[in-house]
């Protein structure tokens, strides 16, 4: 699975954007999300798929939301680390 999808979901749920809660929240959301993403393109993801991003998003997710320059600026960190990290599961 590209990094196109993950990244996508990462600005749309961020904090502040859609709508404000704690980042846990937010975390808890995008993982669920990418899971279902996944399984309904019918592609399997390993526990190291699912955390590796999931982390990265608790990670760089603005504090207390951000606008949307915070949030494009933080998904394409997520985007490099992401494609960097990805490499080695």
């Not at 990094?3 to 809660?21: C, D, E, N, Y």
């Not at 990418?34 to 760089?60: C, E, H, N, Q, R």
């Amino acid at each position: 699975m590209s990094i196109a999808i993950p990244v996508t979901l990462f600005v749309l749920l961020s904090p502040g954007l859609l709508f404000r809660q704690s980042a846990v929240i937010h975390t808890m959301i995008f993982m669920a999300t990418y899971w279902a993403v996944a399984k309904a393109m019918g592609v399997a993801l390993s526990k190291a798929d699912l955390l590796i991003p999931t982390v990265l998003f608790f990670l760089l997710s603005p504090p207390g939301g951000g606008d949307l320059n915070t949030i494009i600026l933080r998904a394409l960190v997520f985007a490099i680390i992401f494609a960097l990290v990805r490499k080695y599961f």
